[in-house]
């Protein structure tokens, strides 16, 4: 596939978005907030009900990335304390093969896995990286009167180019500059589409926006605009971003032939002074309850995406990897497992059925549950994220259909113990997979690479 054939992709990744938030999701208005431009971009293109992120940020972030389900990139939980992290050199990311293909490829925002030499964006595909390199409570730090810079060390918010080494410090990621951050990536990534269009070179914008991520306090541009306090306005930001860039897109002339995707990384905000909700589902983000395993995914693709649609058919945050690979015309690694499964002819409508009938779903390095089809097997019982995780000595299995807010520990009518054939079927897929293809324990050297052998990919769907 020739540059001019192939399609732009622009991802809008949301931190800590709760399926409660958006007005196409049940909440908007209800939420003192009309989220007018999400909402008409969600009838544009396909909405999902049952898209699934994997529990923690960064996990969510390595997923997307490689295609692969975090445990196996050693990326498992957020790094706490400045213990070794981040993706080897091994892995390939979507900018990876991108570049290869001849994309410009660009980052603003959170990174958050991998913060070392060799670690970067900029040495995982993209061209130019601009935001925080790990979480954005540290924007708090300076408030704290506990806090000595000097002591404690500073948070910045970081930009780097490929070929140039470490990313260069900009500015200390500051409670105001987290507040007003948003705004900086937004203008620089419409300078870097427009550059992009201007040479006739297809580009990939991951953009990640600082909202909902705690605080969730708004810019100044948005302060006191919905009349109804910061959360509301928080949701007019991301609003008001959002129909910014899709503007931009329609000013080039390129809105037709760019891949479009607006979605979340984890479930909802949980911390008192920030929390979001999750709408329908119960809990709340590192759980294993349905807030925490769904968020918003809206994908438009005009001519290869049916406009409209909305299902509850399960997809999974490492889909995406070859779906846009598949659109692009670029090929999916085969020397590794990829978890992720190409969703094109679901996303087209050419078929009601996703091409995944479930996926395993850990908090951290422990497997918590695996879900199947409308149906959820719970090893572990913990609601939100203060609250201790308790392994159970039997399974749950919830009918999500019928307990969506999984207040019992099985259906006293029909037990669905037939179910567990299934999710010892797709347990069992992985764990062959792994003999096959050890996983890369988190920290693990740059230059670490595993035994793989990538004939044992594992089962989707039967």
């Not at 507040?179 to 589409?193: H, I, L, P």
């Not at 308790?390 to 520990?409: A, C, S, V, Y």
């Not at 293809?437 to 693990?444: D, F, K, R, V």
């Not at 230059?447 to 769907?461: F, G, K, L």
Request: charge should be negative; aromatic fraction near 12%; include cysteine.
């Amino acid at each position: 596939m020739t540059n001019e054939r192939r399609p732009n992709v622009l991802f809008f990744f949301v931190d800590n978005l709760g399926m409660g938030e958006l007005g196409c999701y049940g909440g908007g208005v209800l939420r003192g907030a009309d989220t007018a431009r999400i909402d008409s971009f969600a009838r544009d293109g396909a909405q999902m009900l049952n898209f699934a992120p994997e529990s923690q940020c960064t996990p969510s972030r390595s997923a997307l990335m490689t295609g692969r389900h975090a445990i196996r990139s050693g990326n498992h939980s957020v790094p706490l304390g400045g213990q070794p992290y981040g993706l080897v050199a091994w892995e390939r990311t979507l900018a990876d093969v991108l570049t290869d293909d001849g994309y410009d490829c660009a980052l603003y925002g959170k990174w958050h896995i991998g913060a070392s030499e060799g670690r970067w964006p900029t040495d995982h595909g993209f061209d130019v990286f601009y935001g925080p390199p790990e979480s954005y409570d540290q924007c708090l730090w300076e408030t704290d009167p506990w806090y000595q810079p000097e002591r404690d060390g500073v948070s910045h918010l970081l930009e780097g180019f490929k070929g140039q080494g470490e990313p260069t410090r900009i500015k200390q990621l500051t409670y105001d500059v987290k507040r007003n951050a948003g705004r900086e990536y937004v203008d620089r990534a419409k300078a870097f589409m427009a550059s992009s269009a201007e040479k006739g070179t297809p580009f990939f914008v991951h953009f990640n926006h600082p909202l909902m991520h705690l605080p969730n306090v708004p810019s100044d541009e948005y302060r006191g605009s919905s009349g109804h306090g910061d959360w509301a306005d928080c949701l007019l930001e991301l609003d008001g971003h959002f129909g910014e860039l899709l503007d931009h897109l329609d000013d080039l002339g390129i809105a037709d032939s760019t891949i479009v995707v607006f979605f979340g990384d984890n479930g909802n905000e949980e911390q008192l002074l920030h929390r979001g909700t999750g709408g329908y589902w119960s809990g709340s983000y590192f759980t294993g309850m349905e807030a925490s395993l769904r968020t918003p995914c809206l994908v438009r693709y005009p001519g290869h995406v049916k406009e409209g649609m909305v299902s509850n058919e399960v997809v999974h945050i490492t889909d995406l990897y070859p779906t846009v690979l598949g659109w692009t015309g670029s090929d999916v690694p085969t020397d590794r497992i990829i978890d992720g499964v190409d969703q094109r002819e679901f996303l087209a409508g050419t078929t009601d059925e996703s091409a995944r009938e479930g996926f395993l779903f850990w908090n951290g390095p422990k497997l918590f549950g695996v879900k199947w089809r409308n149906f959820k097997m719970g090893l572990v019982d913990q609601k939100d994220f203060w609250d201790a995780p308790k392994d159970l000595i039997f399974p749950r299995i919830i009918n999500l259909e019928t307990d969506p807010q999984e207040r019992e520990p099985v259906n006293h009518r029909y037990l669905h113990t037939w179910t567990l054939n299934h999710f010892a079927r797709l347990v069992a897929a992985f764990e062959k997979s792994v003999q096959q293809e050890p996983l890369i324990p988190m920290g693990a050297p740059l230059d670490h690479v595993p035994n793989a052998e990538p004939s044992a990919q594992p089962e989707t769907r039967t």
